[in-house]
């Protein structure tokens, strides 16, 4: 499985990004797919989840302001995350856990996000 993420740069406070991943080398519809960050220093966190059957679930730092979905034809997970704060600023990966697949998943590359005046 291989996963490309993109869509990161440098946005102002306040402001809003969309992330795509773009997977390939599974039957795409058949995975969970999920969206991590890892700020400097700290450790990789859970943003965003979506399960093959498109239940979402969100994590606590970014609950209220990022949206997962799902395009299968595209083979593409997005994150929309909105009214951003200089704290949301880390490094944001996407990984896949397709069926039967080893229990760490598989990553990708993650696409940098920073969060300035």
């Known amino acids: 499985v291989q996963l490309q993420a993109s869509g990161g740069g440098l946005v102002q406070p306040g402001g809003s990004l969309r992330l795509p991943c773009a997977a390939s080398g599974s039957i795409f519809r058949l995975n969970n797919m999920a969206w991590y960050r890892q700020a400097p220093g700290k450790q990789r966190e859970l943003v965003a989840r979506?399960?093959?059957?498109?239940?979402?679930n969100y994590a606590d730092p970014m609950k209220g302001r990022v949206a997962i979905s799902r395009d299968n034809a595209m083979k593409t997970v997005y994150l929309q995350m909105t009214s951003l704060k200089p704290e949301d600023t880390a490094v944001y990966y996407c990984r896949a856990d397709p069926p039967r697949g080893p229990p760490q998943g598989y990553w990708g590359q993650g696409t940098l996000v920073t969060v300035s005046s």
């Open positions: 979506i399960t093959r059957g498109y239940n979402t």
